[in-house]
């Protein structure tokens, strides 16, 4: 099975569970877990359930194209649904058997792993997903996003897709995939890997990102006092983004480090307690959504 | 009558390191609430899996057992007006007890008459318990971490999936978070389906034939038979470590061992790095040969059957592969950074905000190890060793390898430093300064790797407790008590001549140099003392007892050697010397009566008029320098049997001599005697916390 087709079964599996697809959001982020589909709407009493891929910048991660294993960008398959369905663990079982995995051919565990994002606030338990040893899912109930107590509980599913794919295409270097019929992964993505760590590590000019910073953490602030937390919020994450940037460059002592993200987390705490107040004067409109499937 | 009773609550995978106690928990709650609610029962097993916590309780009564208890009510007097009726506090007693006054029976108790009312309270059928009963034990259950789930305000260590609660053959009703317990329970996840256990005592084999080996210990030993079994035929040996067995144990309900091979090139990787890589990134066993070098395959534990092993061990292969690939770009690119840089970064990583960077600490590290170093004796070169040493302890901390497996810290120093030409004994010492890193660890072998375990850990603990970092309770977050415990064992094993205020110096005045703004938290230099003070008396309280302990850390700990050496003579001698009690009666009167002498007077021997005080003092005169000399040496066995040498003269004394004597001259020195007596006595042990 190609990535391509990977993608298109997992939509294809979660659209028939009555997620909404969404397409990938269009601000650089770390992880599907910052898309505001998940961040913000896993707030709140409302009902959800979305599914999407997300391509997740880690500049860190960069390997000049070299490593077969790290990336400067992934792709994570994302779904989140609120609350916590009773079934979650044999629908995700379901949608492995439905990528081609068979269970009982191999060895698949749930591993304790909890997860925690200290620059937005959030933490959630749950597990990695092992196929034969491989970590290929991260498995997660929120319990606490941007500082605030979930109620109900969301869970989401993060599908490392490069891992799944090597797997199950049997390839030892990431670039060696086929995305779809004679296209490799190399194909569509060393040059912009290559690209990307070398102005991560080398070019990056580390004064403007700094006044970036600034910029934007000022901009989510101006945001928000008048209450756009959509706008405000894709600020944070261009805050977090140029703060990945810095410290991918060494820029950032350790010292500083910690004052930087207590910055973020900040502004994100502010977005995702305004959004629920958002909410609350809209008076929580999903919750009256009757005969929408997500309901 | 009586009937089995089955409790299992189904879960989503609960984290393999609170399975355990999980399930210990949950039969002692069961068992305490049998007792409670008076029901007698033959026995309580538990059983375990990642997504099951079970309780089975082997013939459990029908009814509670019946009750009958006598409340006493109010006096007689009280209870009958004048006329010989009831009265009206009587009848409220009645009324509040649920018995009607014919029943009441008169006792007396110390001389006065009572009405006693005699409650009988049947049992009630079990089964009307028993949902009030499990739901409560669910909801009192505690875990190290919980969670919530989908929509309900219900906290637990894992979502609730299903539940199995049975009576014999009856379903008990009981719902919990939407869960309604039935007699249908899940087999194993992939090679098991729903089954029906159709009463209690069927548990465990209905479970085995779904795949599922819900007893601990049975599956424990198939873990370990299949392994042996393994080891035999391929001539292996694998090394079993408890926690990683405790784990594996907890992360599979069909275990099934199986092999797998890597690269015999990584073998060029240190042997701890791979081990490292393989037990807790992927848990998996290492495989050794006979003369215990690493071999190139690893075993780990399928949660399934036999089924397609050569799919799984290609898996697993594959990710060990990427693991070890990266391990090895780590050791080579640490290699590429020379020590000096390394050292350079350290500058740059904050160990407190109070007490600076990394590399402060290591400058402290130096100063005090170079301290010690005079104070130990060291040779030229072995100072110069320890020096240099302590200078580089920390640089492998900003490598790649000690980032991922901090664990390696210290053993990814020795070689880096070694592949960088630092001299054997630097190398060694970089590994040894960490030691010992946990209880029962060794201790540094070389003076070297001594010097410098004693200045890192030394420096750690005055650094915190001069901000006011003291642990408390459960609270050490730096784990000082550890570090202290450490210092101790080292001074022991190495029979250190340096005393803990000579220790507790070098760190202070490197402080104390080094330190520009802040003043030293308050007593400091005794909260040092005292905190050292329960360690030692924890480390000699293993082998002595308490009452002993006491009495000799009452004399004074300064000498770690020298308290345990007095310890250990003195509860030898308790033990073995039955007329030891007479000696230290002696000793303890002394005492009683040296309390009252005024500081500082001397001994006049003219003015000793009897002859029992002047054989005293000659006796006293002629054992204080020789005592005095084994004590100085460490001899305590010899200081004691000296000092146990006053007795008769002691005894002498008080037989015959009238110690408050009317002349005041006299009285003093006599008193003055006793007093200098009993500071020598007190130099061994405060006697008069023996308890006899």
């Excluded at chain 2, 007596?677 to 008069?688: T, V």
Aim: proline residues 3%.
């Amino acid at each position: 099975m190609n990535f391509q087709q990977m993608i298109l079964t997992l939509q294809q599996f979660w659209s028939a569970q009555n997620c909404i697809l969404v397409q990938p959001y269009d601000t650089e982020k770390g992880a599907g877990t910052m898309n505001p589909m998940t961040f913000l709407r896993s707030l709140g009493p409302e009902p959800w359930k979305v599914a999407y891929v997300e391509p997740s910048r880690r500049p860190s991660d960069g390997r000049y194209g070299e490593n077969p294993n790290r990336l400067y960008q992934h792709h994570q398959f994302q779904v989140i649904i609120k609350p916590s369905p009773d079934n979650i663990q044999e629908l995700y079982l379901d949608s492995l058997k439905a990528l081609g995995v068979d269970p009982l051919l191999h060895d698949i565990r749930f591993v304790e792993d909890n997860w925690e994002n200290p620059s937005l606030g959030c933490a959630g338990l749950g597990w990695e997903v092992w196929l034969d040893g491989m970590e290929i899912t991260q498995f997660t109930y929120f319990q606490q996003v941007g500082g605030i107590e979930t109620s109900p509980v969301a869970v989401e599913i993060t599908y490392g897709m490069e891992r799944l794919a090597s797997y199950i295409q049997e390839k030892e270097n990431v670039f060696d995939l086929e995305w779809v019929g004679g296209m490799t992964y190399g194909d569509v993505f060393h040059q912009p890997e290559v690209e990307h760590s070398t102005y991560t590590f080398e070019v990056s000019d580390v004064k403007m990102l700094f006044t970036l910073f600034n910029t934007y953490e000022e901009e989510a602030r101006r945001a928000m006092e008048q209450h756009l937390v959509f706008p405000a919020y894709d600020y944070v994450l261009k805050c977090s983004h140029t703060f990945n940037l810095l410290d991918a460059r060494g820029a950032i002592s350790v010292t500083e480090r910690t004052g930087f993200i207590t910055r973020v987390r900040n502004l994100a705490r502010t977005v995702a307690a305004t959004y629920l107040e958002e909410r609350e004067k809209l008076g929580f409109p999903l919750l009256k959504k009757e005969g929408a499937d997500l309901v | 009558m009586s009937k089995d009773i089955l409790f299992e609550i189904g879960l989503e995978e609960v984290p393999a390191r609170f399975i355990r106690a999980a399930m210990e928990q949950l039969k002692d709650r069961t068992v305490k609430w049998l007792e409670a609610s008076r029901i007698s029962h033959s026995g309580v097993s538990a059983y375990a899996t990642p997504r099951r916590l079970t309780v089975l309780v082997k013939d459990a009564a029908e009814k509670q057992e019946d009750i009958s208890e006598e409340v006493k009510g109010p006096s007689r007097k009280i209870a009958l007006d004048a006329s010989g009726e009831w009265s009206k506090a009587a009848l409220g007693f009645a009324r509040s007890q649920g018995v009607s006054p014919e029943q009441f029976t008169f006792k007396e108790l110390a001389g006065v008459e009572y009405i006693y009312a005699t409650k009988n309270s049947d049992g009630v059928n079990t089964s009307s318990l028993l949902s009030e009963g499990l739901s409560g034990i669910v909801s009192a259950m505690t875990f190290p971490k919980n969670m919530r789930w989908g929509a309900y305000d219900f906290k637990f260590v894992r979502p609730i999936r299903w539940l199995v609660a049975l009576f014999g053959q009856e379903v008990i009703d009981l719902e919990i978070t939407g869960v309604k317990a039935g007699n249908v329970s899940r087999g194993h996840r992939f090679l098991g389906t729903e089954a029906v256990i159709s009463e209690p005592a069927e548990y465990v084999e209905t479970m085995r034939s779904q795949h599922v080996l819900v007893d601990v210990k049975e599956r424990e030993e198939l873990i370990l038979s299949q392994i042996n079994k393994l080891a035999e035929e391929k001539g292996w040996t694998i090394a079993i470590k408890e926690d990683l067995l405790e784990e594996v144990l907890f992360l599979v309900e069909t275990p099934t061992v199986l092999f797998g091979t890597f690269d015999a090139a990584f073998l060029n990787i240190p042997q701890d790095v791979l081990i490292t890589s393989m037990r807790e990134h992927q848990r998996y066993f290492p495989v050794f040969d006979a003369a215990g070098a690493l071999l190139p395959f690893f075993v780990t534990v399928r949660n399934g059957n036999a089924e397609s092993l050569d799919v799984i061990a290609k898996g697993n292969e594959k990710v060990l592969r990427a693991r070890l690939s990266d391990a090895k770009f780590f050791y080579e690119e640490d290699q590429k950074l020379e020590i000096s840089d390394a050292l350079a970064k350290l500058e740059n990583i904050v160990y407190h905000e109070e007490l600076g960077s990394v590399g402060d600490k290591v400058r402290r590290i130096r100063a005090v190890a170079d301290r010690l170093a005079v104070k130990l004796g060291l040779s030229e070169k072995a100072a110069a060793e320890a020096s240099r040493t302590a200078d580089i302890c920390k640089f492998d901390l900003v490598t790649q390898m000690v980032n991922e497996f901090s664990e390696l810290q210290g053993t990814m120093g020795e070689d880096y430093a070694r592949k960088a030409g630092e001299s054997e004994a630097v190398a060694r010492g970089i590994f040894e300064h960490y030691q010992p890193r946990f209880a029962g660890d060794a201790v540094p072998a070389s003076e070297v790797g001594l010097v410098v375990s004693l200045a890192d850990k030394i420096d750690t603990i005055v650094g915190c407790f001069s901000i006011g970092i003291i642990p408390t309770g459960s609270q050490d977050p730096y784990a000082l008590r550890r570090q202290a415990a450490g210092i101790v064992q080292m001074v022991l094993e190495h029979k250190l001549t340096v005393s803990l205020q000579e220790i507790f110096d070098a760190a202070l005045e490197v402080h104390e140099n080094l330190r520009t703004e802040k003043p030293f938290a308050p007593d400091l230099r005794i909260n040092l003392y005292e905190f050292f003070g329960l360690r030692v008396k924890r480390l000699l309280s293993d082998n002595v007892r308490y009452d002993v302990v006491d009495a000799v850390i009452a004399a004074g700990f300064d000498d770690i050697v020298a308290v345990v050496g007095r310890s250990r003579a003195l509860m030898d001698t308790v033990n073995n010397q039955a007329d030891f009690k007479i000696t230290v009666d002696s000793l303890t009167r002394v005492s009683n009566l040296a309390a009252k002498a005024a500081e500082g007077t001397a001994v006049v021997p003219s003015l000793l008029k009897e002859e029992a005080e002047r054989k005293l003092y000659e006796t006293w005169q002629a054992i204080h320098a020789p005592y005095q000399e084994a004590l100085r040496a460490r001899n305590a066995e010899e200081a004691l049997r000296i000092l146990s040498g006053l007795k008769d003269a002691v005894t002498g004394f008080f037989d015959s001599v009238m110690v408050m004597a009317d002349d005041e001259q006299i009285r003093a020195n006599r008193l003055a005697l006793l007093a200098g007596i009993d500071a020598d006595s007190k130099a061994f042990a405060d006697f008069g916390k023996l308890v006899w």
